[in-house]
C-alpha cells in the first residue's frame, strides 16, 4: 500500500478515536464541566473542537508516513506500538475526566499519555523526522491541558 491510503487510513482512525471519545465529553460539557472551577487561561469551550480535529489529523499524518515505511522493519513496529497506545489514552482522558467526572484521575491518565506521546515522538523521530515534527503540536496542547487538568483538579 502506497503513502497516501495509509495517511487516509491513519487520519481517519485518529479521527474516529475522537469522535467516539466526544461522546463521554458532550455528556458533561454544558452541565458538570461548566460547575467547575476554571483557572484564568482556560480557553473558550469552542476552541477545543478545531484544535483536536486539527491535531487529529496532524497525527493521522504522522502515522500514516511511519507506517508507510514498512511495518516489517522493527523500528516501524514499535513507533505504532507506542502511537496506538498514547491514542488510547488519549481515548481514555476524555472518559476518565468527562465521563467519570475525575480530573484527580484524569490527571494520572494525561501524564500517561504525556510520557506515551514523549515516546512516540522519540520513536517517529528516528524512523521519520517529518513524522516526528508533526506531533509537536500535539505534544504542546498536551502539555498545556496537562496544566490545565492540574489546575482544574485543584481548584475543584
Known sequence: MKLLPKILIAVFVCLGIGFLSSFSTQSSIDTWFTTLNKPSFNPPNWIFGPVWTLLYILMGIAAGIVWSKGYYH???????????????????????????RSPGLAFLVI????????????????????AAYLLIPYLLWVGFATILNFSIWQLN
Open 74 to 100: 522493527k523500528w516501524v513496529k514499535i513507533a505504532m506500538y507506542h502511537f496506538v497506545f498514547q491514542l488510547l489514552f488519549n481515548g481514555l482522558w476524555s472518559i476518565v475526566f468527562f465521563g467519570f
Open 111 to 130: 501524564i500517561v499519555l504525556l510520557a506515551l506521546i514523549l515516546l512516540t515522538y522519540k520513536w517517529f523521530r528516528i524512523v521519520n523526522k517529518t
